[in-house]
């Protein structure tokens, strides 16, 4: 190393024991703009783990203070380093491994990276040291419905009902579980009273609209499918109309709403995969399946 790389070295290794803000920031200047930096290992592109650090370790390495680091990690969204320190945590088996706490934010850190299995696990673990907790149970019902278990995800936001009944977001998913298991009656139920707390609810009018198509409320589907789409359609809703309309054996609407639902969609191939997802629906209404295919040929 060469006198001015080595004084270079030396104006930020030659500081006191104690970390200032002046010893950052030339750490940082010299790691970035220094005319030798590329020959040094950057530790600003580097996870900073002063807990692993062999000689820090001992220092560092217990309950309380991983626990001010992992807040520090969840408070920057740092999930993967959140989900590491709080399963470090546990592991060390004393008294934090106990608190509901600690496993409320392992299972949010692991719900952000999508591990919602093992989010759920550590959210259970949550709900039984501390019992029927708003914010646990709620990201319970989440997960749940993320994987698509909706029988769990609703007895779970029936528990969340009890504690805020008139909650709209609340009310809109217990809707919407009740019609993914078949349970459209009483998923209508909800999505009326959506409308009711939420005025101009185009997620109450989908609900409403599309319950109501499933139970041969023909008439009252199409009504809330015309306010959705002098709303704020999507390609969905004149696809679901089309599908009304058809029904009620109003071809010539129905080809209408589907040629405006193809033009929305990305391709028309992606239209007619969606259409034909619903061929079932088509069918319990009497439709002919060959007619299917007549229909598509008509756009």
Request: glycine share 2%.
């Given at each position: 190393?060469n006198?001015?790389?080595?004084?270079?070295f030396?104006?930020?290794?030659?500081?006191?024991?104690?970390?200032?803000?002046?010893?950052?920031?030339?750490?940082?200047r010299?790691?970035?703009?220094?005319?030798?930096?590329?020959?040094?290992?950057?530790?600003?592109?580097?996870?900073?783990?002063?807990?692993?650090?062999?000689?820090?370790?001992?220092?560092?390495?217990?309950?309380e203070?991983?626990?001010?680091?992992?807040?520090?990690?969840?408070?920057?969204?740092h999930?993967?380093?959140?989900?590491?320190?709080?399963?470090?945590?546990?592991?060390?088996?004393?008294?934090?491994?106990?608190?509901?706490?600690?496993?409320?934010?392992?299972?949010?850190?692991?719900?952000?990276?999508?591990?919602?299995?093992?989010?759920?696990?550590?959210?259970?673990?949550?709900?039984?040291?501390?019992?029927?907790?708003?914010?646990?149970?709620?990201h319970?019902?989440?997960?749940?419905?993320?994987?698509?278990?909706?029988?769990?995800?609703?007895s779970?936001?029936?528990?969340?009902?009890?504690?805020?009944?008139?909650?709209?977001?609340?009310?809109y998913?217990?809707?919407?579980?009740?019609?993914?298991?078949?349970k459209?009656?009483?998923a209508?139920?909800?999505?009326?009273?959506?409308?009711?707390?939420?005025?101009?609810?185009?997620?109450?009018?989908?609900?409403?609209?599309?319950?109501?198509?499933?139970?041969?409320?023909?008439?009252?589907?199409?009504?809330?499918?015309?306010?959705?789409?002098?709303?704020?359609?999507?390609?969905?809703?004149?696809?679901?109309?089309?599908?009304?309309?058809?029904?009620?054996?109003?071809?010539?609407?129905?080809?209408?709403?589907?040629?405006?639902?193809?033009?929305?969609?990305?391709?028309?191939?992606?239209?007619?995969?969606?259409?034909?997802?619903?061929?079932?629906?088509?069918?319990?209404?009497?439709?002919?399946?060959?007619?299917?295919?007549?229909?598509?040929?008509?756009?």
């Open positions: 190393m006198d001015e790389k080595t004084k270079a030396q104006g930020i290794t030659e500081q006191p024991h104690f970390i200032s803000n002046q010893y950052i920031h030339d750490l940082y010299f790691f970035k703009l220094n005319n030798y930096r590329h020959e040094f290992r950057n530790i600003f592109n580097e996870k900073i783990e002063l807990q692993n650090v062999p000689v820090l370790k001992s220092i560092l390495y217990n309950q203070t991983l626990a001010t680091i992992t807040d520090f990690h969840l408070k920057k969204e999930w993967l380093e959140t989900a590491q320190l709080c399963q470090d945590i546990i592991e060390l088996g004393e008294s934090f491994s106990t608190q509901s706490e600690l496993y409320q934010k392992l299972g949010y850190a692991l719900q952000k990276t999508k591990e919602i299995d093992k989010a759920i696990v550590a959210y259970l673990k949550a709900d039984t040291i501390k019992p029927d907790h708003l914010w646990t149970i709620r319970l019902a989440t997960c749940y419905r993320m994987n698509h278990n909706y029988a769990e995800a609703l779970y936001y029936r528990k969340v009902e009890q504690i805020t009944p008139d909650k709209s977001n609340v009310v998913f217990i809707g919407s579980c009740l019609a993914e298991l078949g459209y009656e009483e209508l139920n909800y999505f009326f009273k959506l409308d009711f707390i939420e005025s101009e609810s185009i997620k109450a009018w989908r609900g409403i609209a599309w319950c109501s198509f499933i139970i041969d409320k023909c008439d009252q589907s199409i009504k809330y499918y015309h306010k959705i789409i002098e709303n704020s359609p999507q390609a969905i809703d004149f696809m679901n109309a089309g599908h009304v309309a058809w029904s009620q054996k109003n071809i010539k609407e129905a080809a209408a709403f589907y040629a405006k639902a193809a033009d929305r969609f990305d391709s028309k191939d992606t239209f007619i995969d969606a259409f034909y997802k619903d061929k079932e629906y088509l069918l319990a209404k009497g439709i002919d399946e060959d007619d299917l295919s007549l229909m598509i040929d008509l756009l």
